[in-house]
Structures are given as structure tokens and as C-alpha cells.
């Protein structure tokens, strides 16, 4: 293959081209701020705004005023598990969340413990998947929130969130969810999952970078957040700051376009990362599937491989963009957490190597990876006395 293959769309994924035809009159033209509506550059701009907003609201089945834009999904996990604390202190002081949630999450949570909060964090079971009960026998009279990620951003397994919604619903708990990796690639109304808050992001759905949003149910009642910054009163006195006016626009166009590729990319995606595990397992012995099975992102594919660390095969394959997991420690040398709390072998979690499936990936580009890989995995095998032992060993 003469250009680079990408296949790292869980870190990031390239601007669609109608994304980007959206945005342009907005980083020209069309300047202007959408709190300055005393004339046609403000009134244009949140004219713009509104209809993204009523876009993100349409992708996952929510009202537009439920959506707050944001700066993108490590601002709204904040804001959602801060503002709930804050908001919500006099009720109570407890949280339950898991061993695999994104650093947003875990980061936040564990800064709230210094302030006094009690925080439950869940282990997994072998494919990274939650169960349910055990977060129904965590729950306490002071339990205010519970935090589970939809889908696993490093193995791609799918949590069952409508389980878990309903219940926090019968114990009157607001469940939330980092749906960042979901969003524009399975079914994610937000109805249908049984969430309260759910953290979006626009440049894992072929979007900008640099702007998300939260969605904040506003019935059954109305969920009321202890804002985290404070300025113009922006977003409903919730998240001060000048909108984002091109990154908005483009994030809406964004959700707009999942609404009609979704269904048939996820069946495209899924049979290319079959194509792809298959060519792997076939040829490379003692390979590894992370994650589960069937309940995963289509796109998603993560193994480790005995004998070889995963950094070392990524530094040979210098013309596919692969990483180790998630994009926020794609260089470290240290376990994958998330592998670990699966009870994966050390070893293994030291050398997962994640497959991220996107839009423009075909079925050459993954024919051409399956062959690379398996000629440097056979390499660095050549190369291990721990290899040849296990071999001779049988």
C-alpha cells in the first residue's frame, strides 16, 4: 500500500467532508458570536447553533434543550459526575462506577474522594462487561450516582446500560454514561438505555475536535447540575464560555450523517473486523481476543499476542496507524489497566494492540495489515528464546 492505513478511529477519526462544508461559512464569513444577538452576524450564529443542537438531540432520541454543548467529553464527564456531587450533596455522598471507565471519570472521581465523597469502583467480568446485579447490591441510601461506560474504548465490549438504568431508576439514582465511543456507531437513544446523563463527543463520530456535549434529561424530574466554571451564563448558566460556533455546526452535521450511515457501517465494520480476526487467528498462533465476542463495537478489534510486545510490532509497522489502547497512554510500557481488571495475565496486558475500524477502511487495507503483521509477528518470534522453548515444549 503506497499511503499510510489508519486504523486508530478510536482515538480520533478524519473530518467528513460534508462536515467540513458545514463548518467553513462559520470560520469565514458567518463570524459570528451566538450570545451577540442585537444583530444578523449573532443572530445567524445562534440560528446555527439551535439547529445543531436539535441535530445531537435527534441522534440519540433526546429534546434539544437536553443538550449542553461542551468542549468535548473529558469536560462533560466532569461536568456530569462533578455537578451531580456538588448538586446533590445533601442527599448524599455515595458513587458507584467501574474499573474500566476512562480516565475523565476515574480522575474525577478520585479527586472527589479527597472532598469526602465515597466512591464504589466495580470490577468486570472476563470480557470487560458489567453486571448489573453487582451494582444493585453496591447501592446505599446515600448512593447519588451511578457512572458505567457504554462501550469499552479500549476492548470495544458493550455494557448493558438499559439493565443498569432501570436500576438506578427504582432507587431513585441518576445513572450516567461516558457514551463516547457509542455515540454514531450502535443504537444510543437515550430512552431506550435508561440514562440520565450521557457524555458525547464529535471527533470519534468523523467531527471536529474540541467540542462535545452532555445530555442532561429534564424530565422524570429535571436533573439540576452545580455549574464548573462560571462567566456569561452560556447553556443555561451550566457551562459558561463563547459557544463554539464552527465546532457546534460541524458536530451537528456530524450526528446528522450517523443518523443515516449507522446502521449500514456497523454491518460493514463488523464483517471487516471479522475478515481481520480471522486472517490473524488463522495464521498467528497463541492470539488472544480481548474483549467480548459478540457484544462489542463493530469496529473494534483488540488482541494480545504471546511472545511479542505490542509496542515493538507497532514500531515495525510503520505504515498502519495502530495504537495499544487508549490514546491517553498509547505509549506507556505499564499493563493496560483495563485488561488487568478483566483478569488478563500481566503479560498479556502489557501487549494488547487495538484495531480501530472506520468509514474509509476497505477490505484490501485489512488483507494488507493481516500480512504485515504476520510477517513481523514471525520475525520477532525468530527472535524470542521464550518462543522457541514454548515451541519445542509443545
Known sequence: ????????????????????????????????????????????????????????????????EEILFTSGATESDNLAIKGVAEGSRRRGNHIITTQIEHSAILDTCKVLEKTGFEITYLPVDKYGMVDPQR??????AETILISVIYASNEVGTINPLSAIGEIAWQHDILFHSDAVQGIGKIESNVDRLNVDLMSLTSHKMYGPKGIGALYVRQKRPRIRLSPQNYGGGQEGKIRSGTLNVPGIVGFGQACQLAQTEMQHEAERLARLRDRLYQGLKN??????????????????????????????LLEKLENVALSTGSACSSNSMTPSRVLIAMGIDESLARAPIRFGLGRNNTAAEADYVISRVIEEVTKLRRLSPLYQMRMVAG
Open 1 to 64: 500500500m503506497e499511503r499510510p492505513i489508519y486504523f486508530d478511529h478510536h482515538a480520533t477519526t478524519p473530518i467528513a467532508p460534508s462536515v467540513l462544508g458545514a463548518m467553513m461559512p462559520y470560520l469565514t464569513t458567518s463570524f459570528g458570536n451566538a450570545s451577540s444577538t442585537t444583530h444578523a452576524f449573532g443572530q445567524q450564529a445562534r440560528l446555527a447553533v439551535e439547529q445543531a443542537r436539535k441535530q445531537v438531540a435527534d441522534l440519540i432520541g433526546a429534546s434539544p
Open 135 to 140: 451494582i444493585a447490591d453496591e447501592i446505599r
Open 283 to 312: 495464521q498467528i498462533d497463541l492470539l488472544h481476543l480481548n474483549g467480548h465476542p459478540a457484544q462489542r463495537l463493530p469496529g473494534n478489534l483488540n488482541v494480545s499476542i504471546e511472545f511479542v510486545e505490542s509496542l515493538t
